[in-house]
């Protein structure tokens, strides 16, 4: 098991279930932040809701702004620096590993093993290459945002787990061909469509022949309209567009998860065929 503190989780926990969060290494001073940060907000008589809807309008703000500038990567950064520490601020922080990531991880205990050279991809602040690290395996996570890389260094200051900053769209020539697995959750879907190809193409060069691919996020129709949000859910013939990269599909779940109301997921494998053109 991965991790048996978080066993039975589908959504975040509570913030008070402290035992998690320690259960992989948080770094002390950040459980003390997450209180002050609850206090801050909560204890003003600011609704936790009103709060939370806030940071997202603000976050969307920020993604329309970029986007209408012609510069449609740098909202990442630009939110990091804004949320300024404040984990809160930041929609897709859940501060634990994504309950279906660890599932997976759990139904095949050859997945991830010592010595398996994994790529975490768009890892935010590095929950999930945490607890992919905790199972021995050699782990390279990266975002576009350095002051999410650095965040992660700090949450995490005696990490296994090596933090960079790189873009999915073009990732160091070094990288490419040398992971057994990479895995990219909720990424791909905050990408502008025309960027979204281009992210595809750049994620699959980075695995061996023989080697997979993890992919995680909101799912909808082929010919449902696409909501004019930040968070844009993946149709299946999107999330497949990996095959044009010498990737082929393995299993595909569409499943709902456990938030209220519950959201379409897809949870997608993929594994490369063929050597990188």
């Known amino acids: 098991m991965l991790f048996p503190v ?5 959504t975040a926990p509570s913030w008070r279930e402290s035992s998690i969060w320690r259960g992989y ?29 806030a940071n997202r309008e ?27 520490g404040d984990t809160g601020f930041i929609p897709w922080v859940d501060l634990v590993p994504n309950p279906a990531l660890i599932e997976w991880v759990e139904s095949d205990t050859t997945a991830i093993s010592s010595g398996t050279n994994i790529v975490v991809v768009g890892c935010g602040l590095g929950d999930n290459a945490e607890a992919i690290a905790s199972r021995g395996a050699k782990v ?15 949450r995490f200051p005696r990490s296994r787990v090596r933090y960079a900053a790189a873009d999915a769209t073009d990732p160091p020539a070094s990288w490419r061909g040398s992971f057994d697995l990479a895995v990219e959750i909720y990424t791909l879907q905050v990408l ?3 960027i979204q190809e281009r992210a595809q193409a750049g ?13 995680i996020c909101r799912g909808r129709e082929d010919n449902s309209e696409q909501p004019a949000d930040y968070r844009r859910p993946l149709t299946r013939g999107e999330l497949e567009r990996y095959a044009r990269f010498g990737l082929k599909v393995v299993s595909f779940d569409d499943f ?3 938030e209220t109301p519950p959201v379409r997921r897809f949870r997608a494998l993929f594994r490369r065929e063929t050597a990188r053109s």
């Open 6 to 10: 978080l066993r039975g989780f589908q």
């Open 25 to 53: 290494g948080l770094a002390r001073r950040e459980w003390g932040n997450v209180i002050l940060t609850k206090r801050r907000y909560y204890g003003t008589g600011l609704r936790k809701g009103a709060y939370l809807m």
């Open 58 to 84: 603000r976050v969307r703000e920020l993604a329309r702004t970029a986007i209408d500038g012609g510069t449609p990567l740098a909202w990442f950064e630009r939110c990091y620096q804004e949320a300024a």
């Open 140 to 154: 390279t996570a990266f975002d576009i945002s350095p002051t999410a890389i650095d965040w992660c260094k700090t």
């Open 192 to 194: 502008p469509p025309e």
């Open 203 to 215: 994620v699959a060069s980075l695995l061996k022949v023989g080697g997979k691919l993890l992919s």
């Open 256 to 258: 709902l998860d456990n």
